[in-house]
């Protein structure tokens, strides 16, 4: 009975710590305190706070002139000044040809939403719904996308707009995501950054069933 009110009151004990310090990090703190304490007093001094992500954005169907999932293999290996991309996955061609895309009418089409020499992520597709956005996502990274060997996804491009765009949308969809850059031979001085985003997650975020295994 001892050893049994002994371990009640450790795995008590034990929760009421739990309870306690999920307390604390659930309480607003405000930038004065938290630049005060912005590390820990432990020898290793790490970081002393950190903010949960949100969930996705929950927002309505967008009726988009291009499908999310074709627009985002555009951006990734498409041509800046013409309706095509080049890959070598011919699974890719099957995912973009069963969306039934023309190639002169999206061509008018990007350039009505202002893409032609200007790729980015319009406003209007990162405030899409989720599953809008998640195809996009998956277009972006069945194109442009790896997996690191320790499961992490990672998207590099030398547009800083495009990277910083799609890191807006990364974390729209709930993903913490950060951005590294990397100085690279470049054709122009604009290209001459290799930014990369990373992030971590158990989704299937890839439709490319090569990068979904290795995912």
Not at 59 to 75: A, C, E, F, M, T
Not at 183 to 190: E, I, L, M, N, P
Request: glycine share 6%; aromatic share 6%; hydrophobic share 35%.
């Amino acid at each position: 009975e001892t050893r049994v009110s002994r371990r009640s009151a450790q795995q008590a004990a034990i929760g009421y710590n739990r309870y306690r310090n999920q307390r604390t990090f659930a309480e607003v703190r405000t930038t004065e305190y938290i630049a005060a304490t912005l590390r820990c007093s432990t020898a290793d001094r790490r970081l002393n706070h950190s903010v949960v992500n949100c969930r996705p954005l929950d927002l309505p169907d967008r009726n988009l002139l291009i499908p999310p999932y074709s627009l985002g293999v555009w951006l990734g290996d498409g041509s800046s000044y013409a309706a095509n991309f080049t890959s070598a996955d011919p699974e890719i061609a099957v995912h973009v040809e069963a969306e039934g895309l023309d190639a002169a009418t999206v061509q008018a089409r990007l350039r009505t939403l202002d893409l032609l020499g200007n790729k980015h992520v319009p406003s209007i597709y990162l405030r899409a719904s989720l599953a809008q956005r998640r195809a996009l996502l998956a277009g972006l990274l069945d194109t442009d996308g790896t997996v690191t060997p320790g499961g992490a996804v990672q998207f590099c491009v030398t547009s800083a707009r495009l990277a910083h765009d799609v890191r807006e949308l990364v974390v729209s969809v709930g993903y913490r995501c950060g951005i590294s850059t990397k100085q690279v031979h470049g054709r122009t001085s604009k290209s001459a950054t290799a930014f990369t985003l990373t992030f971590s997650t158990e989704d299937d975020v890839f439709r490319l069933e090569r990068k979904r295994l290795a995912h």
